[in-house]
């Protein structure tokens, strides 16, 4: 989404360190209230509701959890707007770089609003499919959202792993940057480097030690056969076709 914004090198960097630093802030204050406020932990994850946030807060504030339930749905709603942005402009920039299928329908960009319709279509067409998984089945439907965080996280560890190598070979390998982490930077993509590398390792863990069918993380062996099938489709076909955001933006 960097495309749409203005001197996308100092204000993305900006607006991102100032959202994680309110947010680890407020964070902090939320779960040392909301820890104090738990009464029973067995009876908050046995609530009727199925939603132990209700029953701790119906604890702490009775007439209160109305509104505090509003305002967390609408800061989930947000979020998901946010997210939903973010999938579809991905998916249009891939589509625009040769990268997906029916890549002239999904970079199609709507003359009146400036914005790829299609891409925002499809992305919100597949989160609603897949948000119905978890009707039919709630293994299938965690180890979806299990295989969501792996490829996050191997995402990050990617391309923190490229920029720190660069580092390491030196400042003059990469290109010249309007914001920048200064002589810190190379140790914050290091403790980066290492979480993301951490969290990918525990994430695909069962949640049980006893492992069946049903608790088995699924997410694992997903996650392998796409990276197959993908590095596959690359090196016979992808290649040859996708070039990259870098090779099509004049500085």
């Known amino acids: 989404m960097s495309e749409e914004v203005r001197r996308a090198g100092l204000a993305v960097p900006r607006a991102m360190m100032w959202s994680y630093t309110a947010n680890a802030v407020i964070g902090v204050v939320v779960v040392f209230a909301y820890l104090y406020s738990i009464p029973d932990v067995a009876a908050a994850l046995s609530s009727p509701t199925g939603f132990p946030i209700l029953y701790v807060l119906q604890s702490a504030t009775y007439w209160g959890t109305l509104p505090i339930a509003i305002m967390l749905i609408m800061i989930a709603t947000a979020g998901c707007i946010g997210c939903n942005a973010s ?3 991905e998916t249009f920039a ?3 770089d040769d990268g997906l299928p029916f890549k002239n329908w999904l970079a199609k ?15 919100c067409i597949i989160t609603f499919l897949l948000s119905l998984i978890n009707i039919g089945s709630t293994v299938a439907f965690n180890a979806i959202i299990s295989l969501q965080l792996i490829a996050l996280m191997a995402t990050y560890a990617t391309s923190i792993a490229c920029v720190l190598f660069k580092r390491m070979k030196g400042e003059h390998n990469l290109p010249s940057a309007q914001w920048s982490l200064g002589r810190s930077g190379k140790a914050i993509n290091t403790v980066a480097l290492v979480y993301s590398i951490y969290l990918v390792f525990w994430i695909g863990w069962p949640p049980l030690q006893a492992v069946d069918a049903s608790s088995f993380n699924w997410a694992v062996p997903m996650f392998g056969a796409i990276f197959l099938f993908s590095l596959v489709f690359y090196y016979t076909n992808g290649r040859r076709v996708y070039k990259g ?5 004049q500085a």
């Not at 400036?114 to 499809?122: D, E, G, K, T």
């Open 87 to 89: 999938a579809s402009r």
């Open 94 to 96: 891939f589509a625009r």
């Open 245 to 249: 955001p870098v090779t099509l933006v």
């Open 109 to 123: 960009v709507t003359p009146k609003s400036l914005i790829p319709r299609n891409s925002v279509l499809i992305t």
